[in-house]
């Protein structure tokens, strides 16, 4: 123990000898830095010394010892996050503790590599004797490391944290801190807002930070932080970045007067702010706002921090300070608070969830009562997730499975998702409608199928993310674009950012039209392309859905989904900021498009494989399962790896207008690809995406449109057409002639039985998504074991005679709005009738 001891002197030294404050430094009573699954003791970058697992082992109680560890080499902040340790069963760490009272728990994250436990795959909570941290956790993104930051008042002198794999799954966790935190950090004592007025018990709460910004500076790192913190910049939370200015003084001219301490916030917080631009202007009317996306579950705790660095005297600057439109302070006058300049102040707010929402909008402007100048300014930002009334900072249960009461937080989420089930419900009571007879919903139907289960995610509990690779709120560089509220919403965009990225929505800069609106390509501020959805601004898909819609989709973050970046909501538009996939559709790189590469045997079985994960995940990844509905080659997008990711889930629930319920609107998918069965029953399960996804399979082997009218009666429908070739033996004839000689005959026929399997008439004997891509992976294996060296006659080149033959499939989506079908629609619908006669019955009523 005693070597231990010193351990932490010398880290404690090195942090005193190489960090920049020059402040007192805190010496925490508790102090346990475990780098879990490590076996050689490396020093964090911020210089603290983390113990290897042998060093630990007196702290953990697990049945299980494995470690995971992946080479130095991959890209991740820390050397902690490099080795992992793995549970299959509950495990324990405990912690002896000195005293009790405040303490820091930072879990760290990161899926390493592991060749028998695939870390994203992991499900797990993490709870102490009293809180849930984190319930029902996914990784689902394995490029992404994860820094999750509580602090918690500890009541005895043990403190534990349990990992609860979910059954048949793994827990895992790389790094772990539980350091003692001063008891000045949260006084018991807050400002409540609506009405403003004092609140107290402050003690009796649990923390998880969502955000903590250096407001007008850079990112802090844990070195440079008193208390190992991490601060990031506001950069991508600041709206209408022309209003705000940032103003930076030296930080060693920081008072901090009784009261305050660096240990509340490191000068370098306070000696950097932004302020009103143009306040020298007469009477400056506008305010500087910040947008923060939080849990409207929860409530939060905001800190705001403030210091006089711009003024040249004192009782020269007064402004307003309001929270989510709400006068938070009226003529905050840090003068006669401080009575110097340059002093650190601080205030805390109590938001409950009713004044939460979704968002949290921070603002400053001036007071304007002809008083000093009219300027304004904020230096730093925390804004902490507190725990609900069972102890859970993630999801409605708490440890001992008791649920959060309906009308403490929950309130204003279980209204929306009422209203987002009433809706769904109507669009498809209106097909209902059209067909013969409403069966009796099957159970499957009403869990998967119906809007509510898009919502139930969102209370079942899926993680909060505070950071990730490239993400925002913690320890990373690039900010703004990734997900990094604690919801995972997205980033908020100002209507002026996204008129700005492109053109002025330029019809120029239109690369797609779909039922929801336009797709724009446009740029960000730092160079990031982006694809731009617009919402038709006469589409009856109410802002408030669309909202519920961004939750939903943004809950879903995987490497062969596209990933929403983030979404602006000004003035009731209603936009979509999406990942920019360079390479487009795959379908254009399949047939259709003439000056495109051809794409070579093996990247069409990547492709599919890419494709086949990301629907996979979206059936098994969330607590709920998730349905596509539109599987389609259109829809698979490539980015400029050629990597697929699935694109355009859960967008298209268009709900029939007026005059609408004859026009097929309801019926989600595209003639082609549709299920037989989804049309015979009514009955939408995962298999109707497996049956699209034969299609595709096809369309990939055969290069052609899943329909294609001007085709003789017999070809017109791919699956068909396919199928009576592999029944006769013929398949080859139909095989697209640019791969012909290059593709590994047994590869090949894995590859159609997989796409047949697909295409059972029954949904039960189709395979799982999970199948099928065990299929596809072996498909790949057995062409890469034996590729055949293609005749030099066939050496791919670029395809310059497919035919379109004009129709892709029909879509049966309709634009929203649209007053009547139009001509088109009116051929596709004949159309489906010779291709589906079972359409038939749907009609004319
Ligand atoms: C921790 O909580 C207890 C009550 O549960 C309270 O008495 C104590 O003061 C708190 N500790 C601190 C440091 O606030
Ligand atoms: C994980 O392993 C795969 C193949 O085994 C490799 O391609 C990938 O780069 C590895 N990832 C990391 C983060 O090491
Ligand atoms: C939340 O705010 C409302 C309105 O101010 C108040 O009535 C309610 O008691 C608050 N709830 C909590 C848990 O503080
Ligand atoms: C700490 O702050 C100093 C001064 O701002 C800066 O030069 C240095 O790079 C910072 N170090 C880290 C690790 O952030
Ligand atoms: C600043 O924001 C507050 C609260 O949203 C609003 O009441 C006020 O009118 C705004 N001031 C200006 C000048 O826009
Ligand atoms: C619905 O149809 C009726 C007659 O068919 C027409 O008068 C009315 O304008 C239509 N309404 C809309 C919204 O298109
Ligand atoms: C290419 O297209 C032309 C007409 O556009 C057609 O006559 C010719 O047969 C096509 N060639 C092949 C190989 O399909």
């Not at 919403?489 to 002026?496: D, I």
């Not at 006469?538 to 519920?548: K, L, R, V």
Request: aromatic share 10%; net charge negative.
């Amino acid at each position: 123990m005693s070597s231990l001891l010193s351990l932490f002197l010398l880290s404690f030294l090195l942090s005193s000898v190489f960090g920049q404050p020059p402040s007192p430094t805190f010496k925490p009573s508790d102090n346990f830095l475990l780098d879990c699954g490590a076996t050689t003791p490396t020093p964090s970058l911020d210089g603290r010394q983390f113990l290897t697992d042998s060093q630990s082992t007196s702290y953990l109680s697990a049945k299980d010892k494995v470690t995971a560890s992946t080479p130095s080499t991959t890209d991740v902040p820390s050397p902690l996050y490099l080795t992992a340790r793995i549970f299959t069963e509950d495990a324990t760490y405990t912690f002896p503790l000195t005293s009790p009272g405040w303490h820091w728990i930072r879990l760290h994250f990161f899926p390493v590599n592991d060749s028998s436990h695939d870390l994203t795959q992991a499900v797990f909570s993490v709870k102490t004797d009293d809180y849930v941290l984190l319930h029902s956790f996914n990784f689902d993104d394995s490029s992404q490391w994860l820094l999750k930051e509580y602090l918690i008042n500890a009541t005895s002198d043990r403190l534990s944290i349990h990992f609860d794999p979910l059954r048949n799954s793994i827990a895992f966790i790389n790094a772990i801190e539980v350091i003692s935190a001063p008891d000045i950090l949260i006084s018991d004592y807050a400002s409540s807002l609506s009405p403003v007025g004092p609140t107290s018990g402050l003690s009796n709460y649990a923390y998880q930070t969502s955000y903590r910004l250096n407001v007008g500076g850079p990112l802090i790192t844990s070195a440079n932080d008193t208390l190992s913190r991490t601060w990031s910049s506001d950069h991508g939370y600041l709206q209408s970045r022309s209003t705000g200015q940032k103003v930076s003084v030296s930080s060693g001219i920081i008072n901090f007067p009784d009261g305050t301490s660096p240990f509340i916030a490191p000068n370098f917080v306070y000696s950097t702010a932004v302020h009103m631009a143009d306040a020298r202007i007469g009477s400056p009317n506008f305010n500087v706002s910040w947008v923060l996306n939080v849990d409207p579950s929860f409530g939060y705790l905001v800190r705001l921090h403030f210091a006089d660095i711009i003024s040249k005297n004192l009782d020269n600057l007064y402004f307003n300070v309001y929270i989510n439109h709400k006068m938070a302070i009226s003529g905050l006058d840090l003068s006669t608070l401080t009575s110097k300049l340059a002093s650190a102040y601080y205030k805390d707010f109590v938001l409950n969830s009713t004044v939460a929402m979704d968002r949290l909008l921070i603002q400053i402007g001036p007071l304007n009562d002809g008083a000093g100048t009219n300027d304004a300014l904020l230096n730093g930002v925390e804004v902490l997730k507190m725990s609900n009334s069972v102890g859970s900072l993630d999801g409605e249960f708490g440890v001992d499975g008791s649920k959060a009461s309906e009308d403490g937080g929950n309130t204003k989420s279980h209204a929306v998702a009422a209203v987002g089930f009433v809706m769904m419900f109507g669009a498809f009571a209106g097909l209902g409608a059209m067909v013969v007879k409403w069966h009796k919903r099957p159970q499957d139907w009403q869990r998967r199928n119906s809007f509510s289960s898009w919502l139930l995610p969102i209370h079942a509990g899926h993680s909060t993310f505070m950071t990730s690779k490239g993400g925002s709120t913690f320890g990373s560089h690039k900010s703004g674009y990734t997900f990094s509220s604690s919801l995972g919403l997205g980033r908020y965009f100002s209507l002026a950012e996204l008129q700005d990225a492109t053109n002025n929505f330029d019809e120029k800069a239109v690369v797609g039209v779909g039922g929801f609106g336009n797709v724009y390509v446009g740029e960000l501020d730092d160079g990031t392309k982006v694809a731009v959805k617009r919402g038709n601004p006469q589409s009856e898909q109410g802002i408030n859905e669309f909202q519920t819609e961004i939750q939903m989709l943004s809950k879903l973050r995987h490497r062969h989904l596209v990933s929403l970046i983030g979404y602006c909501d000004e003035n009731s538009e209603m936009i979509l900021v999406y990942e920019y996939m360079a390479n487009g559709p795959f379908r254009d790189h399949l047939y259709g498009k003439d000056d495109l590469m051809p794409l070579t045997w093996k990247q069409r079985l990547e492709i599919c494989i890419g494709a086949a994960r990301g629907l996979h995940y979206l059936h098994t990844g969330t607590a709920q399962g998730i349905i596509h509905r539109d599987v389609k080659t259109t829809n698979i997008l490539l980015d400029d790896d050629f990597i697929a990711k699935v694109s355009d889930f859960g967008l298209s629930k268009d709900a029939p207008g007026m005059n609408q319920t004859h026009v097929s609107t309801a019926v989600k998918g595209s003639f082609g690809y549709l299920d037989p069965e989804y049309f015979r029953c009514q009955r939408l399960t995962d298999k109707s995406d497996v049956y699209s996804f034969g299609v595709v399979l096809l369309e990939t082997l055969c290069a052609r449109p899943a329909l294609n009218p001007a085709l003789t009666r017999e070809q017109v429908n791919l699956a068909e057409w396919a199928m009576k070739n592999k029944r006769q033996n013929t398949l080859e004839q139909i095989v697209d002639p640019l791969l012909e000689g290059t593709i590994n005959s047994d590869s090949m026929s894995k590859f159609v039985e997989a796409a047949e399997k697909c295409l059972a008439e029954f949904g039960v004997d189709r395979p799982s998504m999970g199948d099928v891509l065990w299929n596809l992976e072996y498909a790949l294996q057995l062409q890469e074991a034996n590729p055949p060296t293609p005749p030099l006659s066939h050496a791919l080149k670029p395809n310059t005679n497919k035919s379109d033959a004009g129709v892709v499939a029909g879509e049966i989506k309709q634009e929203n709005g649209a007053a009547a079908p139009s001509e088109d629609q009116h051929s596709n619908a004949a159309m489906a009738n010779d291709v589906f006669p079972h359409l038939g019955e749907m009609k004319g009523r």
